[in-house]
């Protein structure tokens, strides 16, 4: 069964501090993976998206890395600031026959950056 | 502004109404998608289309329904047959095919029934 899995649930970190997300997937099989911000009541947007081929892509103070081999990505997160305080999610595509690449969602992590 | 539209923010519905929640994007897509996001949940499909006046059932499709005459919209028809309506609900395009290719979301519209 295809599955994306993401820890913490929930996280509070002070302003200016690091932080590291947690995604493991169980997608088969695999075409990419993105993280998305979702502020409350918004749509996600992207933050970054990785190929196969790809174990680090950087975007501003966030870093994203994938482990394909053993299916786990992680979202860093740098110098945080109070904007930062939403739900990031991990989103597995699969590929599938005929161009569709279907999307399967983690639970997402929720931060609160607080000052 | 290039970009994916979703209307109304937020909609109230009485018990044994169908609602239709709009969704319009102009950025050529041909791929469009409906999603639904629980608190604690991951977004679940609902219905997605890859082509003008056509489309597919995605995981939750039950109580659903979507059109899809024009490129840039499909709306989404929430019916009586839903049991549990209330949710946030998101529509999404993106082009079809390749590894690399990227979905982009609308605002979301929050349906609560009363």
């Known amino acids: 069964k295809n599955q994306v899995e993401q820890s913490p649930q929930s996280l509070i970190i002070l302003e200016g501090k690091n932080c590291t997300l947690q995604?493991?997937?169980?997608?088969?099989?695999?075409?990419?993976l993105r993280w998305y911000k979702q502020d409350t009541g918004r749509g996600p947007v992207s933050l970054t998206i990785?190929?196969?081929?790809?174990n680090t892509k950087s975007n501003g103070r966030y870093t994203a890395t994938l482990d394909a081999d053993t299916k786990q990505s992680s979202l860093h997160i740098t110098a945080s600031q109070l904007s930062d305080s939403a739900s990031y999610i991990c989103v597995v595509s699969a590929n599938r026959f005929g161009g569709y690449n279907k999307l399967i969602f983690g639970a997402g992590t929720r931060l609160a950056v607080h000052p | 502004d290039g970009g994916i539209t979703q209307s109304p923010k937020y909609l109230f519905r009485k018990e044994g109404q169908n609602v239709t929640l709009s969704c319009e994007q102009n950025l050529n897509h041909d791929a469009m998608y409906w999603y639904r996001q629980d608190p604690g949940q991951g977004l679940r499909l609902i219905y997605y289309s890859q082509i003008v006046n056509d489309f597919q059932k995605g995981d939750i499709a039950e109580g659903y329904s979507v059109s899809r005459e024009k490129k840039e919209s499909f709306p989404l028809t929430v019916t009586s047959a839903q049991k549990n309506p209330t949710a946030f609900y998101l529509c999404?395009?993106?082009?079809?095919?390749?590894?690399?290719?990227?979905?982009?979301f609308g605002q979301g519209t929050r349906l609560t029934v009363v």
């Open positions: 990785m190929t196969f081929s790809e």
């Open positions: 995604c493991n997937y169980t997608v088969s099989p695999f075409s990419n």
């Open positions: 999404a395009s993106s082009m079809v095919g390749g590894a690399g290719t990227e979905a982009f």
